[in-house]
């Protein structure tokens, strides 16, 4: 599944960093990931009939055939190889019979896991007709934020300034930033396995002060969350599916591998 809320972190802040080897390995999970959301997209593009389950089982079969393991799928047990998020449903959503309806704020959220590593990725996207202009607006942001969070990064520079990034860029445009669910990082732990949420906790809205020192062979997982109205959330009965209460969310997110002199998109869909 996705993105933990702050308080589901380890506490240790111990944090290893990831050699070339780990790379070459990750820019592997990272393509899966991204062919696997640009099928999806496109599938909302062509607005395919299909209820999530029957995508859920699509993009699990994807991932296995492509040489991946879906690194959701039993993940604290989630039973889900995507997490399906729909208008006030913010992350964590779950497959369904549901169908999608004209108007639609969609966010498809996997990892693929490929030899102990991990390509994290997430998109929004709008099933046909934008409900309103807003709706085109949050998605837009959102995106913008996420590039804004990932162009903060720099070697030297503190974990904070992500954070600070993503929320300058959103409140600009008059959206709320979801702060109790965020980022994290990837790692191997001692015994060479993979760890999906790994700390620290990547906050979206924080200080340039805050937070440990961004160092070369750091894998961040950055990931904005916007709302329309205030930001609050709580999660429903089925103990997974995170709402925000006052108005629709999107969500967008990217694995990133820090070299010593620039980022690089693990699961950039856009230079295949």
């Given at each position: 599944?996705?993105?933990?809320?702050?308080?589901?972190?380890?506490?240790?802040?111990?944090?290893p960093l990831?050699?070339?080897?780990?790379?070459?390995?990750?820019?592997?999970?990272?393509k899966?990931?991204?062919?696997?959301?640009?099928?999806?997209?496109?599938?909302?593009?062509?607005?395919?009939?299909?209820?999530?389950?029957?995508l859920?089982?699509?993009?699990?079969?994807?991932?296995?055939?492509?040489?991946?393991?879906?690194?959701?799928k039993?993940?604290?047990?989630?039973p889900?190889?995507?997490c399906?998020?729909?208008n006030?449903?913010?992350?964590?959503?779950?497959?369904?019979?549901?169908?999608?309806?004209?108007?639609?704020?969609?966010t498809?959220?996997?990892?693929?896991?490929?030899?102990?590593?991990?390509?994290d990725?997430a998109?929004?996207?709008?099933?046909?007709?934008?409900?309103?202009?807003?709706?085109?607006?949050?998605?837009?942001?959102?995106?913008?934020?996420?590039?804004?969070?990932?162009?903060?990064?720099?070697?030297?520079?503190?974990?904070?300034?992500?954070?600070?990034?993503?929320?300058?860029?959103?409140?600009?445009?008059?959206?709320?930033?979801?702060?109790n669910?965020?980022?994290?990082?990837?790692?191997?732990?001692?015994?060479?396995?993979?760890?999906?949420?790994?700390?620290?906790?990547?906050?979206?809205?924080?200080?340039?002060?805050?937070?440990?020192?961004?160092q070369?062979?750091?894998?961040?997982?950055?990931?904005?969350?916007?709302?329309?109205g205030e930001?609050?959330?709580?999660?429903?009965?089925?103990?997974?599916?995170?709402?925000?209460e006052?108005?629709?969310?999107?969500?967008?997110?990217?694995?990133?591998?820090?070299?010593?002199?620039?980022?690089?998109?693990?699961?950039?869909?856009?230079?295949?």
């Amino acid at each position: 599944m996705k993105s933990l809320s702050k308080e589901s972190f380890a506490d240790s802040l111990y944090l290893p960093l990831q050699d070339q080897e780990f790379l070459q390995n990750q820019r592997i999970a990272g393509k899966v990931a991204a062919k696997a959301l640009i099928m999806l997209e496109q599938m909302v593009i062509d607005k395919t009939d299909k209820s999530l389950i029957e995508l859920d089982i699509i993009v699990e079969q994807f991932i296995r055939d492509n040489g991946g393991i879906p690194s959701f799928k039993g993940y604290r047990g989630f039973p889900n190889s995507c997490c399906f998020s729909i208008n006030k449903q913010l992350v964590h959503g779950l497959a369904t019979d549901y169908r999608f309806q004209e108007g639609d704020m969609i966010t498809f959220d996997l990892g693929v896991t490929y030899n102990h590593t991990i390509g994290d990725s997430a998109l929004s996207v709008i099933f046909g007709e934008p409900k309103c202009e807003q709706h085109v607006r949050l998605l837009q942001t959102t995106k913008k934020a996420l590039y804004a969070g990932i162009n903060a990064v720099k070697v030297g520079n503190r974990m904070g300034c992500i954070g600070n990034a993503i929320y300058k860029c959103a409140i600009a445009e008059g959206f709320g930033v979801v702060n109790n669910y965020g980022g994290h990082t990837i790692i191997r732990d001692n015994d060479g396995n993979e760890v999906l949420h790994a700390q620290p906790f990547i906050a979206n809205r924080d200080n340039i002060n805050n937070g440990i020192r961004i160092q070369p062979g750091m894998v961040l997982c950055i990931e904005p969350m916007l709302t329309i109205g205030e930001p609050k959330t709580r999660t429903e009965e089925d103990q997974w599916t995170v709402i925000t209460e006052n108005g629709v969310s999107c969500h967008f997110e990217h694995s990133v591998y820090v070299h010593s002199d620039h980022v690089e998109i693990i699961t950039d869909r856009e230079n295949l």
